[in-house]
């Protein structure tokens, strides 16, 4: 009899135990985010494209991360977003908590010789990756007297920026210099929304960079309503929408100024990149990494896009990577020719 409780007693013994010893491992990235805020900042003022595109990530992305962190989102303005880079590569904790959104052209700046201000090295954020790909578009206000590419060459024209390492600045240099026009750069604004505000005042012309999914997102009525031109369209690849107006990189034969452009705006590829610090533990950029591509999946987020009118064609963290090691293996003449194209012109 005692022989047959201590036998029933170990197998209950066994039993219980079977759950504890069989029950897995918690996950550590789910643990540490467990409760946790994620900051998404942000290298522009509030209204703009970038602003919208992160305010939408950060609303769906949290619950496809292990422990379901919240995402806060919150401005940082400044420098042409270096200002904001330098802060996720320098300052921010490298724990996983912090993300972020700057111009897609700061990869390009240190390989064009542009580091006045840089405290980082594009090559080393810890990329997340970009809600879309798109082509950019130089719009000016219909009082303006510029309605084509003709009239850009020809009349004289002032356009709006930000800062040199933002694409309204960018892209307005790389026009005048490469093919010599007649424009005027004014710098110094917050960003695109407070040129646009400028343009309509009067005060500039037009502003050479609108991502063309913020302009019908948000200012379609502009175009309906005929108070603003395209005589360009800024990109590696032409978009469907404007068939009748030109691409950048038709305007020249020559292969060099050819490739030289390509180089430049091969940015818009990552139109809306996000990145984190160097040095985050793996599996955490694994998890943000996962995160981000399960979001851009996510069938509320996408409704919501659809519902603002925002392109979704999302590029990995790993592509982003990979594009930004495949630009700085560019020709060292080719990559003379843009470095040259984005100085400030003199005119």
């Not at 790389?174 to 505000?197: T, Y």
Request: hydrophobic share 40%.
């Amino acid at each position: 009899m005692l022989r047959t409780l201590l036998g029933l007693g170990a197998a209950l013994a066994a039993i219980f135990a079977t759950p504890a010893a069989a029950a897995p491992a918690a996950d550590p990235v789910a643990a540490f985010y467990k409760g946790r805020t994620v900051q998404v900042l942000i290298g522009f003022s509030p209204g703009g494209g970038y602003d919208i595109y992160a305010r939408t990530l950060a609303r769906h992305m949290g619950k496809h991360i292990p422990g379901n962190p919240t995402m806060v989102p919150q401005n940082m303005p400044g420098a042409g977003t270096l200002k904001v880079a330098n802060y996720i590569y320098n300052v921010a904790p490298k724990n996983g908590t912090v993300m972020g959104t700057f111009a897609r052209g700061i990869p390009m700046e240190r390989l064009l010789g542009r580091t006045e201000g840089q405290q980082f090295d594009a090559t080393k954020f810890t990329w997340i990756g970009s809600v879309t790909d798109e082509p950019s578009v130089c719009v000016f206000w219909h009082q303006s007297g510029i309605r084509t590419w003709e009239d850009m060459k020809t009349k004289p024209w002032k356009v709006g920026g930000s800062g040199i390492t933002s694409d309204l600045d960018i892209y307005a240099n790389v026009l005048r210099n490469m093919f010599k026009l007649p424009g005027r750069l004014i710098s110094g604004f917050p960003g695109g929304q407070e040129v646009l505000l400028s343009m309509q005042r009067r005060e500039v012309d037009g502003r050479c960079n609108w991502s063309w999914s913020s302009l019908i997102s948000r200012d379609k009525y502009m175009l309906d309503q005929k108070l603003i031109n395209i005589p360009i369209q800024l990109g590696v690849e032409k978009n469907p929408d404007l068939p009748n107006v030109p691409l950048v990189l038709d305007l020249t034969d020559d292969p060099k100024e050819k490739a030289a452009l390509r180089l430049i705006f091969s940015r818009q590829v990552i139109a809306r990149p996000f990145a984190a610090p160097p040095g985050i533990p793996a599996d955490r950029a694994k998890a943000l990494r996962d995160g981000f591509d399960a979001t851009m999946k996510d069938p509320a987020f996408l409704a919501e896009a659809e519902k603002l009118q925002l392109e979704v064609r999302p590029q990995s963290g790993a592509r982003v990577e990979q594009l930004i090691k495949e630009i700085y293996a560019y020709p060292p003449d080719v990559v003379k020719i843009a470095a040259s194209a984005i100085q400030n012109a003199s005119r």
